[in-house]
């Protein structure tokens, strides 16, 4: 009997007893007896229900994620495409708008000056390289644009076309050393001719060249193209006077001017195709010459 009690299915059997007799007692207290084998099921079977449960809640919500995933990747591909839809409607937008406003400048400059023929073009790219101011714009022999079509605004003188590609078209600014432009000035009726300068062009400025030692012309003086030569119209605003000085052989002056057009900031420009060649003012002798021709043809 000794050996029994200190037999290990004694301690097995002690252990069950005190384990049953704990489940009663949490029976009593949670409400009430229930009968052994629904006692032994509710204590090991309810655990794995539970957990049963649970792992079926995770896999159900896992499948219930993967739909909902198919569902909000389809609606942002619908999203995507509708915002590339606007974006693409955006830059149509902004483009007739641009060339709206681009057309407005030219038909401005076409009610001034119906004997031009024009193209608008944007400014496409700058050369890092150039020192004065060259640029790139997006028309070219395509849209009839040739080499020393003069490049202007509706305020003013730009430079003139030196290259041309199929659709581009190289423009070199009025303060490049090698544009030299016949100038008038109305007040004085002096004419001159203006050339970029690599003293002035860090002031943004060019050089007014040849104008004599008793010249009449001052600071805030307008000078516009002569037409003399043949590249440029006749009419079209280049600058202004700011300063007047006279030449290291001292047999003429010359003059700084501002162009009224920053062509460092410009971005929209027409380039003028076609003009009428210039025509210089009869005078009273060439009125007579004419009219002894005409005398003398009756």
């Known amino acids: 009997m000794k050996d029994f009690l200190k037999g290990k299915i004694f301690k097995v059997v002690v252990c069950v007893v005190a384990l049953l007799i704990g489940i009663m007692i949490y029976q009593a207290a949670s409400g009430g007896f229930a009968s052994f084998p629904e006692a032994v099921v509710g204590t090991f079977v309810t655990p794995i229900v539970k957990a049963s449960a649970s792992i079926s809640d995770s896999v159900a919500g896992f499948f219930n994620s993967l739909v909902n995933a198919k569902d909000i990747e389809k609606e942002n591909k619908e999203l995507r ?38 193209e608008a073009a944007t400014v496409i790219g700058r050369d890092s390289a150039s020192a004065f101011g060259k640029f790139t714009v997006n028309k070219g022999s395509l849209n009839n644009i040739k080499l020393n079509s003069p490049v202007i605004t509706e305020d003013g003188l730009v430079g ?54 008793d010249t009449a012309l001052l600071s805030g003086d307008i000078i516009e193209t002569s037409g003399i030569g043949g590249v440029f119209p006749s009419g079209i605003l280049v600058g202004t006077v700011k300063s007047m000085g006279a030449e290291n052989s001292g047999v003429s002056m010359y003059a700084e001017i501002e162009p009224i057009v920053d062509v460092t900031k410009v971005s929209d420009v027409v380039i003028v195709t076609e003009f009428s060649e210039y025509q210089p003012p009869e005078t009273e002798e060439s009125e007579n010459t004419s009219s002894e021709q005409t005398e003398a043809e009756e």
Do not use: W
Not at 89 to 111: C, T
């Open 160 to 213: 003139v076309i030196t290259e041309v590609g199929p659709t581009y078209s190289v423009v070199t600014t009025i303060l490049d050393p090698e544009i030299n432009v016949g100038i008038f000035n109305s007040r004085t009726q002096e004419t001159g001719v203006v050339g970029g300068s690599a003293d002035l062009y860090n002031k943004g400025r060019t050089k007014l060249k040849m104008l004599p030692r």
């Open 81 to 118: 495409s509708e915002l590339a839809q606007a974006y693409k409607n955006l830059s149509d937008y902004e483009k007739a708008k641009k060339e709206n406003e681009q057309l407005k400048k030219v038909l401005g400059i076409k009610e001034k000056n119906p004997d031009y023929e024009m």
